[in-house]
């Protein structure tokens, strides 16, 4: 198979583009909130909560993981699903659907677009938290390599999501009502030590659980489960999705009349 | 102007619903030529041009374009083919250049900054270049439509209702630009409803109606076997009745038996009305006027729609 890596490119670099046109808009919104959590939780909360709880690290350094899985998760499904629903709206699909592009070039075009993207925001909400935070990172390699696989998994997620959409409404209900809980249900803002049975082992059916103790373990160098439990949850969810989308991709599905 | 670009057999085309879009349809095209097809709304044009260019999945039949299967050599196919449908669609923020440029990388093309200008300069949109599509008139956005699938120097060109919503004036500035098209060594195949058009700039001419093909032929031979010429003479004194030398004509007399009526039969363009004029001179019938009116690829693509499918046999 000869890639159309032009083709590819070409897709990544507009989707950039169209994302740094509007660049005040993508980056100020998630760097804000971020930011106000990090503030009011981190900050003056964090100040009272007791270190031991969370091993050994303040509070305001506990949570910064969490949220930046929050970011991570929220803006890669968001921008992966737009950037696919978005020419399925206006029609302009039709240059896509009769390029020599093929599964490979376009997932490389949107899904790569978005989880830089995501990517770009966590590192200037990773920056910025240091303006509040003392935090460190203890395993910056995996860290590194951790989050680029989490954008890349959220992004192909996102990316299903925006062929799956027959409407704007649909588009942000997935990550309203269920992502979005999922994280804070996840360990965003606490150990799940520190929850009574049986929300403890109820919080442990949820997969973005997981995530961010996988992104904790890198920074704090402590985890409420196994680093290699998590980068298998990661994996296998990357795999799912790479799978429903070449079932989408050969079966035309939402693309191909 | 006989080699085969395009070689349609047996398409067919069923959608989930069970509507039947195309049904056994053959066709090729000839490279070079521009092609038109003509059909009413709902015909199965805009489905004939999306299963060549990949946008649908045929339910049977083949398509072969530059002697390659369109499903399985569907790269080396398509980076040859240029589509510009029917709707506007693109990102309407972008800028004119940039959107041109990715529809060229798109294709698998190198940036060429060149032949960009030189294809925003054929469609008078270089001026605009930088100008978001938003900001441009209907006309315009459609030569940004066309300037787009230029991009990548498509040997094969479908055109789906080029000049749908544009006025008269940019339409014949867009007969133009689609002639210089041809004139380059471009096949083009487009879709329309106005059959000026068609009359107007194609080399031949299809007709399909509910999925099936009536006809396909040289735009000249169309009119000549189907065309037909209608002469309306008015005598100078009225006639009590035709004469018998005048029978093979089937003439009818009208306005008290003033005018003498030729309504015209398939086929017999001004040559039979001619004829009849002198047989009218000869049999010595004095007129002081004649009307002659031919009849247009627009009343043959009526005539065909309307329940004459036998004739494409």
């Known amino acids: 198979m000869n890639l159309n890596l032009r083709g590819a490119w070409s897709i990544l670099t507009n989707e950039l583009f169209r994302f740094f046109r509007t660049v005040f808009g993508s980056i100020l919104s998630p760097v804000l909130t971020t930011s106000l959590y990090i503030v009011v939780f981190g900050a003056a909360i964090g100040s009272r909560m007791d270190p031991s709880q969370f091993g050994g690290a303040s509070y305001g350094a506990f949570i910064v993981p969490g949220l930046i899985m929050l970011t991570l998760l929220s803006e890669s499904t968001s921008n992966a699903s737009f950037g696919i629903y978005m020419p399925r709206f206006t029609g302009a699909i039709y240059e896509l659907l009769s390029a020599p592009v093929g599964v490979a070039e376009t997932l490389i075009g949107f899904v790569g677009a978005a989880a830089m993207k995501s990517l770009i925001i966590a590192s200037i909400i990773l920056i910025t938290a240091r303006l509040f935070v003392d935090y460190s990172i203890a395993h910056p390699l995996y860290a590194a390599g951790y989050v680029v696989l989490v954008a890349a998994a959220f992004s192909l997620f996102g990316f299903i999501l925006g062929i799956w959409a027959d409407g704007f409404e649909k588009l942000s209900i997935i990550p309203m009502l269920i992502l979005t809980p999922l994280t804070f249900l996840g360990g965003t803002f606490y150990s799940v030590k520190m929850l009574a049975e049986p929300w403890r082992t109820i919080a442990q059916f949820n997969p973005v659980f997981y995530l961010i103790n996988g992104l904790r373990w890198c920074f704090t160098g402590h985890s409420d489960v196994p680093i290699g439990l998590s980068l298998a949850c990661t994996l296998g969810f990357v795999a799912l999705c790479i799978a429903v989308i070449a079932y989408i991709f050969r079966t035309g599905w939402r693309l191909r009349g | 102007m006989s080699e085969t670009i395009l070689d349609i057999r047996g398409l067919s085309k069923t959608y989930k619903g069970g509507l039947t879009a195309l049904d056994g349809v053959d066709l090729q095209i000839r490279k070079g030529e521009i092609f038109a097809l003509l059909g009413p709304n709902g015909a199965g044009k805009t489905t004939l041009i999306g299963a060549v260019c990949g946008l649908l999945r045929p339910s049977g039949g083949t398509i072969e374009a530059f002697g390659l299967d369109t499903q399985r050599q569907w790269r080396k196919v398509r980076q040859r083919i240029g589509l510009v449908p029917q709707e506007l669609s693109f990102d309407m923020f972008a800028q004119v250049e940039h959107s041109v440029n990715y529809s060229r990388g798109m294709f698998g093309c190198a940036p060429d900054p060149k032949r960009i200008e030189q294809v925003l300069r054929s469609l008078s949109l270089w001026d605009k270049r930088d100008a978001k599509i ?58 329309t409803h106005y059959i000026e058009e068609a009359q107007e700039m194609a080399d031949r001419v299809g007709v399909i109606n509910k999925g ?102």
């Open chain 2, 212 to 313: 099936k093909i009536l006809l396909v032929d040289d735009k000249d031979a169309i009119m000549a076997k189907l065309g037909r010429s209608e002469a309306r003479i008015t005598l100078t004194e009225p006639l009590p009745e035709i004469p018998s030398a005048l029978d093979k004509w089937h003439l009818t007399l009208e306005d008290e038996n003033r005018t003498l009526v030729y309504a015209g039969a398939e086929g017999e363009g001004k040559r039979a009305a001619a004829e009849l004029v002198k047989a009218v001179v000869a049999a010595g019938i004095g007129f002081e006027g004649i009307v002659t009116k031919e009849s247009s690829l627009e009343d043959i693509f009526v005539d065909l729609v309307e329940g004459r499918e036998g004739l494409a046999a």
């Open chain 2, 134 to 191: 938003r900001e441009l008139s209907g006309g315009m956005k459609r030569r940004v439509m066309i300037a787009k699938a230029l991009s990548h120097d498509p040997e094969l060109l479908f055109l789906d209702e080029p000049t749908a919503g544009v006025d008269v004036e940019l339409r014949r500035d867009m007969w133009r630009q689609i002639g210089a098209l041809r004139d380059a060594g471009t096949t083009i195949i487009l879709t």
